[in-house]
């Protein structure tokens, strides 16, 4: 399991409950080796709010009681890292380096007295020891900077002195950015050399990541980017020494997992974000379980949450933040009707028909997923497919019922007679009054994105937020030419940064074009009447206006439900948001049931 920073740690950088239970989850589910993540060797170089510390001895209870409870189940390493928030290498005097070295050995020290199974030293990512690795940030002409001997001699020192500590007794790893992405930055070459002299120096493992800040899609890859692309990079420093190397990069399906081993790439495969969505991601592909993990969306949620100064979430996976929380069997039996397949209606009746509920789910359409349905449709969404059939599954291997093309009705009610409801029903497309929907030349996104062919010509999209943007790239991959009118200052609201700048730079790369701060006062004969910065003009004619202007409620007028029914209303129902709330909800909705 690879290091991340799951944010929730004590103010102090103690070891938390909701911490250890998150870790303790992961080590239940088969992981094999797990690694701490970016954890601070000096208070000066503490990178985020609520990030675990290795830099006080009072910290060792809290460590070692941790260090316990996972290695019954898992080897356990802490990845010791200083994140010098801006402040670039030139900055450090001689003292200062030398002080913030020596943190990085008692930290090692500190780690094996709690019992850890190893240290990785974090070099890559924009900590500290990278800025000095790499030629990009480091300015210095001392000692410490310009050739690869002077930009590895920090690397190397603080190396030596954590081997002189623990060497032999623990095993010492270090974790490097094999390539920064960026022109004038660390590359292959130099990388494939470091790792070869930090086996001189007598590590015993690397780990090959890659990408810093401005590269953020290499390190942490969204699910525009294809699965495995770091490997080749893991498999070029396999082979340049002997030591085991970790791959990583979007490994978070069973088959680019084991093909990172099976396939001679490199010694170990780990993943960060397939372990959050699923903590029993490992012992489900070895027992060949695949159809039941939980699939990691590569949305990057968890990444958003913690730029955020958040604890980590996730969008799949409700468990987050309670990891170990195990739902109580009902002390009744109780009826349950859940009104509406998408994602949080079968969470919902998942987790309530686990509690021993009768749970019976409708929903109108011909098949469940509600808007998974319509948000797997553009392209690199693939991802939202395999969330649709897990789903699914779960709520039909629960012994849940159900019963599709059914409107909810009275008659429906009168025929179940449930004890609860949860109103699951989602949302629908919102237009402006300016749009005439009734116009046969303007059509939702929705209905665009179950086009398989398009009519060659322009097309013209009203709203440049996430669906907007989605829609416009279909549009473009099918020959559309396009334009985006959004009326905000900039498009791609709802789009976290990474993916926003994938996405844009292929929007302009197919011609999309993009117009920001426009106002749409008016359809016309297949034409749009704006308004841009004080004037007016006219855009078309088109083959289709494209309405993505968002969503309202769709809820089920409370008065159908007569009196005795205890009633939630989840999701979209409730208020429209995205996929997070909307399995959230649902899972809590099930708890609350027979309450």
């Given at each position: 399991?690879?290091?991340?920073?799951?944010?929730?740690?004590?103010?102090?950088?103690?070891?938390?409950?909701?911490f250890?239970?998150?870790?303790?989850?992961?080590?239940?589910?088969?992981?094999?080796?797990?690694?701490?993540?970016?954890?601070?060797?000096?208070?000066?170089?503490?990178?985020?709010?609520?990030?675990?510390?290795?830099?006080?001895?009072?910290?060792?209870?809290?460590?070692?009681?941790?260090?316990?409870?996972?290695?019954?189940?898992?080897?356990?390493?802490v990845?010791?890292?200083?994140?010098?928030?801006?402040?670039?290498?030139?900055?450090?005097?001689?003292?200062?380096?030398?002080?913030?070295?020596?943190?990085?050995?008692?930290?090692?020290?500190?780690?094996?007295?709690?019992?850890?199974?190893?240290?990785?030293?974090?070099?890559?990512?924009?900590?500290?020891?990278?800025?000095?690795?790499?030629p990009?940030?480091?300015?210095?002409?001392?000692?410490?900077?310009?050739?690869?001997?002077?930009?590895?001699?920090?690397?190397r020192?603080?190396?030596?002195?954590?081997?002189?500590?623990?060497?032999?007794?623990?095993?010492?790893?270090?974790?490097?950015?094999?390539?920064?992405?960026?022109?004038?930055?660390?590359g292959?070459?130099?990388?494939?050399?470091i790792?070869?002299?930090?086996e001189?120096?007598?590590?015993?493992?690397?780990?090959?990541?890659?990408?810093?800040?401005?590269?953020?899609?290499?390190?942490?890859?969204?699910?525009?980017?294809?699965?495995?692309?770091?490997?080749?990079?893991g498999?070029?420093?396999?082979?340049?020494?002997?030591?085991?190397?970790?791959?990583?990069?979007?490994?978070?399906?069973?088959?680019?997992?084991?093909?990172?081993?099976?396939?001679?790439?490199?010694?170990?495969?780990?993943?960060?974000?397939?372990?959050?969505?699923?903590?029993?991601?490992?012992?489900?592909i070895?027992?060949?379980?695949?159809?039941?993990?939980?699939?990691?969306?590569?949305?990057?949620?968890?990444?958003?949450?913690?730029?955020?100064?958040?604890?980590?979430?996730?969008?799949?996976?409700?468990?987050?933040g309670?990891?170990?929380?195990?739902?109580?069997?009902?002390?009744?039996?109780?009826?349950?009707?859940?009104?509406?397949?998408?994602?949080?209606?079968?969470?919902?009746?998942?987790f309530?028909?686990?509690?021993?509920?009768?749970?019976?789910?409708?929903?109108?359409?011909?098949?469940?997923?509600?808007?998974?349905?319509?948000?797997?449709?553009?392209?690199?969404?693939?991802?939202?497919?395999?969330?649709?059939?897990?789903?699914?599954?779960?709520?039909?291997?629960a012994?849940?019922?159900?019963?599709?093309?059914?409107?909810?009705?009275?008659?429906?009610?009168?025929?179940h007679?449930?004890?609860?409801v949860?109103?699951?029903?989602?949302?629908?497309?919102?237009?402006?009054?300016?749009?005439c929907?009734?116009?046969?030349?303007?059509?939702?996104?929705?209905?665009?994105?179950?086009?398989?062919?398009?009519?060659?010509?322009?097309?013209l999209?009203?709203?440049?937020?996430?669906?907007?943007?989605?829609?416009?790239?279909?549009?473009?991959?099918?020959?559309?030419?396009?334009?985006?009118?959004?009326?905000?200052?900039?498009?791609?609201?709802?789009?976290?940064?990474?993916?926003?700048?994938?996405?844009?730079?292929?929007?302009i790369?197919?011609?999309?074009?993009?117009?920001?701060?426009?106002?749409?006062?008016?359809?016309?004969?297949?034409?749009?009447?704006?308004?841009?910065?004080?004037?007016?003009?006219?855009?078309?004619?088109?083959?289709?206006?494209v309405?993505?202007?968002?969503?309202?409620?769709?809820?089920?007028?409370?008065?159908?439900?007569?009196?005795?029914?205890?009633?939630?209303?989840?999701?979209?129902?409730?208020?429209?948001?995205s996929?997070?709330?909307?399995?959230?909800?649902?899972?809590?909705?099930?708890?609350?049931?027979?309450?």
């Amino acid at each position: 399991m690879a290091p991340m920073v799951i944010n929730c740690a004590g103010d102090d950088g103690s070891i938390t409950p909701a911490f250890e239970d998150f870790y303790i989850a992961r080590a239940r589910g088969g992981v094999g080796y797990i690694v701490l993540g970016g954890t601070f060797v000096h208070h000066d170089g503490r990178g985020f709010g609520r990030q675990l510390g290795i830099d006080r001895d009072d910290l060792l209870p809290g460590l070692t009681g941790l260090t316990s409870s996972i290695r019954q189940h898992a080897r356990l390493g802490v990845q010791l890292s200083f994140k010098s928030v801006g402040r670039p290498p030139e900055t450090f005097d001689l003292e200062q380096i030398r002080s913030y070295r020596r943190a990085f050995a008692r930290a090692a020290v500190r780690a094996r007295q709690a019992g850890f199974d190893a240290v990785e030293l974090h070099a890559c990512h924009d900590y500290w020891l990278n800025y000095f690795l790499s030629p990009y940030f480091n300015r210095r002409n001392d000692q410490y900077g310009g050739s690869l001997d002077n930009r590895f001699r920090l690397l190397r020192e603080t190396t030596e002195e954590v081997l002189s500590a623990v060497g032999g007794e623990i095993l010492v790893g270090v974790r490097l950015s094999m390539a920064d992405f960026v022109e004038g930055g660390l590359g292959l070459d130099e990388t494939l050399e470091i790792g070869r002299r930090l086996e001189e120096v007598g590590v015993d493992y690397l780990s090959a990541s890659a990408g810093i800040g401005l590269t953020q899609f290499r390190m942490s890859p969204p699910s525009d980017v294809p699965r495995g692309r770091l490997l080749v990079y893991g498999r070029a420093l396999q082979q340049t020494v002997s030591i085991p190397v970790i791959g990583v990069g979007r490994l978070d399906r069973s088959a680019v997992f084991r093909e990172a081993v099976e396939g001679g790439h490199v010694g170990m495969a780990a993943a960060a974000r397939a372990f959050i969505a699923d903590p029993e991601f490992a012992i489900k592909i070895e027992q060949h379980r695949e159809g039941e993990i939980r699939p990691c969306l590569a949305c990057n949620y968890c990444l958003t949450c913690l730029h955020q100064g958040k604890a980590l979430r996730c969008t799949v996976n409700p468990f987050i933040g309670r990891d170990l929380f195990q739902p109580e069997p009902l002390s009744k039996p109780i009826r349950v009707l859940v009104a509406g397949g998408g994602p949080a209606g079968m969470t919902a009746a998942t987790f309530a028909a686990l509690r021993g509920a009768q749970v019976r789910l409708i929903d109108k359409g011909p098949i469940l997923g509600g808007m998974l349905t319509i948000a797997k449709r553009p392209p690199f969404k693939e991802p939202i497919a395999d969330l649709a059939r897990y789903l699914e599954d779960r709520a039909r291997s629960a012994g849940v019922t159900v019963g599709l093309n059914q409107e909810f009705s009275p008659t429906i009610l009168a025929e179940h007679e449930p004890d609860q409801v949860v109103v699951a029903t989602g949302s629908l497309p919102w237009a402006p009054e300016c749009m005439c929907m009734s116009d046969s030349r303007v059509v939702t996104a929705e209905s665009v994105l179950q086009w398989d062919r398009i009519r060659p010509g322009r097309y013209l999209v009203v709203g440049g937020g996430l669906v907007g943007l989605e829609t416009a790239e279909y549009l473009a991959e099918r020959g559309g030419e396009v334009t985006v009118v959004e009326m905000l200052d900039q498009a791609g609201a709802g789009l976290g940064p990474i993916r926003l700048k994938l996405m844009l730079d292929r929007l302009i790369k197919a011609g999309v074009n993009l117009l920001v701060k426009t106002r749409v006062i008016a359809v016309l004969d297949g034409s749009l009447r704006v308004e841009t910065g004080g004037r007016e003009h006219t855009l078309g004619p088109c083959e289709a206006v494209v309405v993505a202007a968002g969503y309202r409620c769709n809820p089920i007028p409370s008065p159908v439900f007569g009196d005795g029914v205890k009633v939630q209303v989840i999701g979209d129902a409730c208020r429209v948001r995205s996929i997070v709330e909307a399995i959230g909800e649902g899972f809590d909705a099930a708890m609350n049931i027979g309450k």
